[in-house]
Structure formats: structure tokens, C-alpha cells
């Protein structure tokens, strides 16, 4: 065959699959056997394979997975990704919509939708191919997650009909309780941690490295807004109408409704009928219909006023408390945590429920052998939400908090307006010391990809490493044969009984330890500065302090005031930041850190081209025409400036927005300090707008 027949042919079989495809996946109508569909698909496939230049990344061969994602890269969302308010009770429902009727004028119609109990996603197409799919993430910006997204058959990778140029659809990405159950019983054949519900196993699916593994998983998506700059329909369900057309999966649960009781009866349909669908809901989002209205009713900080999710009430179930185990964490915090007798609760059995901390027990005021509600509220953890008092036996035991760390027998101390109570022997206590080396090494720290919790404890047992510094002197002779059989202890959540394992180091996993610990002294100085594991300093947060201080040695000497001026750092991090450095036994770890040669010093820019802000700080306030707030900050990092929060003497100019501060401009004036309008900055930058930093 020769090039040009096999991209007609490639062409041809494509939309013969994508046709069979929709028919299978999205309206249930199959006309052919899955014996000739796979034929389809392996003549598709193995033409590929003769001629890979013709691959497109919207062919349906693209579902069959394959491609690993080693780092998931983050992407500032076009249009925020919002939640939606919650309310639990009808009353609440009545109230928002007599609100919303009072401020509109005329008639307004609702949408009533299904609430799918997944994650939440967010797929840009561009000219009818799926370009991008993005998790949610912190509302602003989220993982690219788009190879795994691909492989689930509901989500089109090419669209048919009268698609607009560039749109982005929103979604949720559900497992099925087939496929959920399926995986379960797989991971307990393989002696793995199975997960608590749905959510969690779609959550865990999507951030998987390897597609192919995520295709295994079946995994399902419904579509249920659409968000684009020149939207050509008028309501709501119109553009959701428009969006099933093109090929997406819309589901056919929807209802119009023009007054309360028309939603109460949906909410009451659902309430019932969900007990039979082959996914979770959790609930029902009532919607304003008409875009130009949603428009006037706007949006608060986190969610729109134009739409609210009914979440129906969790399912509940009555147990006895056997005993209460106290679990040391990471940071020293101690959380008690209930043994209950076995209760079938919401399609699983609940053995254990969390007690959060001391307040709890004590408002509970709870006595061992009571009788206790749990529920599950779609929360991982199950919680408990009541005693009956009226089953407590007269000489019954009340439950105490303890005194001494259970582990280390060190007395426990409290910070002050803080409900938790902590062991403050962070350097001697054993799953403080484990769980910090787990943080180091874990993806997002250090990525020492061979090591995990199993391993960490072998280490430790053997007094092979007592801290993160001793990894680096670990030599194959030490590593070489070391076995244990361990405790896996449950990683998803309270529910499930720990797993044995059998751990051992054979010369693969030592030489494969001791590559990646090479390899990771090349991990850029934020990702180090996470994985020190300081309190309250996330993944974001170190970055945003590797940025502006440019060195570990610089944030040894920054004041507490001085970390304060950097965007995002308050007092609490910043008193967090200085009580860690200001322990000379951390001082200690990070100078021995330095000498193994990891990277305790920011990247130096080596384009001066690209780093005309450098040195500079500067303060962004107010809204902007061509930017996102968040996106003027990225630019002025990119460029290598440094944003900070409050206007002092040292801010070197203030980019003004519309609606900036009365405060910030009275400051920037009386100390003197430029401001420059969002032209300006435009002008002085050659950026028009954030393009090149969003892509
Ligand atoms: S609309 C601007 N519709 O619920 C808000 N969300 O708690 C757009 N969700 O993050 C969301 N089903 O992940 C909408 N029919 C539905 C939904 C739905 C589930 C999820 C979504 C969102 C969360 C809000």
C-alpha cells in the first residue's frame, strides 16, 4: 500500500470507528460485534505502525493508551474552574430561588441536572479536536492530564457538525461501579490497597503515569457546561443540546423546570432513583437557563449565584465502638481514630471512622461500647455524627484523650488556638522520622521513584537511615538483602484492613535505589525546599519562596517580616519557615544535603532577554483587560521579577488595575512608588497578553 492509500484508508477507518464508537459508548446502540469492531481497530492500528508519521493525535488508536506521562504539567485554566454552593435542605433551594426571581426581571427557567460524583474536568477543543484536558486543581490552574483522558471512549476526540473554533467543555470523569468493583477485587488479588468508592478510584485513575493502565480502568464522562468567549446560544440547555450533536456525552437526565415544584419533584425522582444507576451522584445542581441572566446574577469568589447543588442526605448506619487507636502523623499531630464493629454503610463495610481530634471526643462525650452513627457523606473517611444514649451501659468507660505520644511515649503539647495535640519529638519519634523521609522522597519532592513507605521502614529498622541525609550515604553492600515482611498500612483511607508484604532488596531495586538517589540531585532547589517537608510550605508555596529568595542560604538569613513580603506567605508559614531553620539539627540535614550535591540555589535565567523584570519586585493589584490576575503575576516570573504582597519601601513599581485599593495607591504615593497601568506594563514587557505563559 502505498503512503497516500493508507492515509485515505487511515482516514476512512477512523470515522468508521469514531461512528461505531459513539454508537457503543454514548447512545448504547451497537451495530456491529465486538469481534468486528477489534478488526477495525487492528487494521487502524497496525497501518499506524507501517506509517507512523500519519498518526494524529485525534485518532481513535489514541484510546488504546500507551503514552506514560512521568510529570503531569500544570495549566493555567482560561476561565476558572468554580464550585458550585451546597445546601442539604429544600428550604434552602426555596430561598435561592425566590432570590433569584426577586433580582431578574420576568421569567426565569432552571435546568435541573444529575450531580455526578467523580472529578471534575476541564477539555478545551480547538477547530473539533480535543486539545487539552485539565483537572480542576486549585480553581486556577490544574494538571494536563489530556493522554490519560483520551483513552475513555465518552470523551470525543473529534467532533462532528457545527462545532464552534474554540471552546472548552466541562465535565465530570466518573468510574462505574462495574469497573469500580472489577478493580477492587483485582487490587485485593494483588495484595494492594483497594479503594474507598468511585471517586477516589477516578481521582487515582486519571493522575495515573501509564495511559494503557488508565484505558484497563474504564473510566466514563458526562459533560454538563460549555464556557467559550462569544457564546452562540442563548440558554443553557440550548448549548447543552448543541454539545450532544457534536458528540458528546450529555446525559439524557435533564429537565427544564419553570417553578419550585417542578424541581422539588426531580429532586424527589432522583432521590430514589439514584439507588439504581450504574454510577454515584451525590446530589442535584439546579441551574439559571438563561446565559444572559446567569451573566447579571454573577458570581461570588468560589461560585456562581446563578446555580446550587442539592446534595442528598448521606446514608447512615448504627455500629458499636470497640476501641480508639491514636495515629501519629507526619508533623507530630495525633488523630484518634475509632475501631467499630463491621457495618455494611453505603455498599461497603465500615470498620473504622475518624475521630479528628480531642474537641470531637469531647462534644461527642464518647463512652467505649457505644452505639454510634456513621455516615458517608461522599467523604473518604467515614464520620461519626452521633451516640445513642439511650444504649450506654451505666459502668461504661468514657474515652480519654492520652497524654504521651503513643509511639515515642514523649508528652503530647498543644498549640495555642489550635484544637490538635502533637508530639513535639519530631527528631526521635519513628513515624514522624519515616513519615518525613516518605515525604522527601515522593513524587512531587524528590521523585526517588525505587523507594516507598515498605522500604523506608527497612531502612529504618535496620538503622540504616534515621533522616533524609542518610540516604545519600546508603551504600549497594547495605541494601543488598535486607528483607522484611511489613505491615502495608492503608494509604486511600480508614476503611480497608492493612496488607502484608514481603519487602526485599534484591540487586535490581539496590542499583535502581541508588540511580534514582543520583538522579535526584539534579531536582530543581523548589522541589528541595518542598521536600524538607517545613510545615504549611505545599508544593506552591515553596516555589513561590525558592523564586523570591533565589537560595537556601538567603532563607536562612530572611527575617520573619521579610518572608512576609512574599505573595501568599503569612505569619503562620512564615513563623513555620523560621522555626525550621532556626534548629540548628535542620541546619544540620540541609548542610549535609549540600554536600551530597543537591540543589539548594534557584536556576540562574540565561536569556537576558527573557529577564528584564529581574531584581525588581513588584506588587500586582486590581483586575485587568487582558490578563488574569494570576497570569500578570506569571509573567512577571517568567521574566524574572518577584510579586509581593504589600507595598514598602522596597517594591520597585505597582501594576495597576481597574478597582486597585484605595489603600495600595495611598501607600504607593506617599512612599513614592510607581504605578504603572496595565498599558504601561504592556508596553515595557512586549507582552500583550499571556499567551505564551498559558500554552
Ligand atoms: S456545574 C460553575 N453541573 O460538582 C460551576 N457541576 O461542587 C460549574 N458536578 O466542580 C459546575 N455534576 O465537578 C455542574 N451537573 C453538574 C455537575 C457538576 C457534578 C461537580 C463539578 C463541580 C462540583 C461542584
Redesign the pocket.
Known sequence: MTKEEAKARIAELSDIIDNHNYRYYILAQPTISDYDFDMLMNELLSLEQQFPDLITESSPSQRVGGGITKEFATVRHKYP????S?SYNKEEIIDFISRIKKSIDGPVDFVC????DGV?ISLTYEKGILRRAVT?GDGSRGDDVTTNIKTIHTIPLRLKGDYPDFFEM?G?IIMPHNSFEKINIEREDLGLPTFANPRNAAAGTIKLQDSKEVANRRLDNYC??MMMDDMPYKTHYESLMAARRWGFNISEHIALCHDIDEIESFINLWDVKRKALSFDIDGI?I?VNDFAQQEELGYTAK??RW?I?YKFKAEEAHTKLLSVDFQVGRHGTITPVANLEPVQLAGTTVKRATLHNADFIKQLDLHYDDVVSVEKGGEIIPKITGVDLQCRKDNSIPVSFVSKCPECGTPLVQTEGEAAWYCPNSLGCPPQIKGRIEHFISRKAMNIESLGEGKIEVLFDNHLVNNYADLYDLKYEQLYGLEKVIEIKDEYNLLQEPVLRKVSFKQKTADNILESLQKSKKVPFARVLFALGIKYVGETTAKLIANAEGSVDNIIKASTEELKQIDEVGEKIALSVREFFDDERNIDLVNRLKAAGLQFEQEKRTSTENNILAGKSIVVSGSFTNFSREEIKQLIEDLGGKNVSSISSKTDFVVAGEKMGPEKKKKAEALNIPVLSEEEFIAMTGRKNSMLTLF
Open positions: 474552574m468554580l464550585s458550585l451546597n441536572e444529575l450531580k455526578f471534575s480542576r466541562r465530570e454538563y457546561y445542581v441551574k461560585s456562581p446555580a447543588a
